[in-house]
Nanobody, 114 residues
Framework: QVQLVESGGGLVQPGGSLMLSCAASESSFNFYAMGWYRQAPGKQRELVALITRGGVTNYAGSAKGRFTISRDNAKNTVYLQMNSLKPEDTAVYYC????????WGQGTQVTVSS
C-alpha cells in the first residue's frame, strides 16, 4: 500500500527546534516533488516548503530563514528542520507527494508553547 508516514512532531518552547520526517513506502516518490503543509485550527491547509526531484527548494514566507526542507532518496525520506519556532507555527504538519501530488500522510502535531 502506497503511503507517507510523518514523525517528529511534539511540544516545544518558543525559540526551539524540531525535525519532522516523512517516510515514503516506496522509492517511486523519489521521482516527484515533495512538500510539507500545515493546518492550524480554524485555518486552511497551507504550503510550508517544497523540494523538487532535483533538490530545488521553495518556502512560504513564514518559513524562510527558519525552516529547511531536504530529502534523502536512499531512505525514501523527506525532512523538515524547523528552527526558531513561534507559537504561530502550531499546527498539524502533513507530508505530500507522489504522482500528481495525490498522496498525503496522516499528519503530525507540532505545538509551540511555553
Amino acid at each position: 500500500q502506497v503511503q507517507l508516514v510523518e514523525s517528529g512532531g511534539g511540544l516545544v518552547q518558543p525559540g526551539g527546534s524540531l525535525m519532522l520526517s516523512c517516510a515514503a513506502s516506496e522509492s517511486s516518490f523519489n521521482f516527484y516533488a515533495m512538500g510539507w503543509y500545515r493546518q492550524a485550527p480554524g485555518k486552511q491547509r497551507e504550503l510550508v516548503a517544497l523540494i523538487t526531484r532535483g533538490g530545488v527548494t521553495n518556502y512560504a514566507g513564514s518559513a524562510k530563514g527558519r525552516f529547511t526542507i531536504s530529502r534523502d532518496n536512499a531512505k525514501n525520506t523527506v525532512y523538515l528542520q524547523m528552527n526558531s519556532l513561534k507559537p504561530e507555527d502550531t499546527a498539524v504538519y502533513y507530508c505530500n507527494g507522489g504522482s500528481r501530488s495525490r498522496y498525503w500522510g496522516q499528519g503530525t502535531q507540532v505545538t509551540v508553547s511555553s
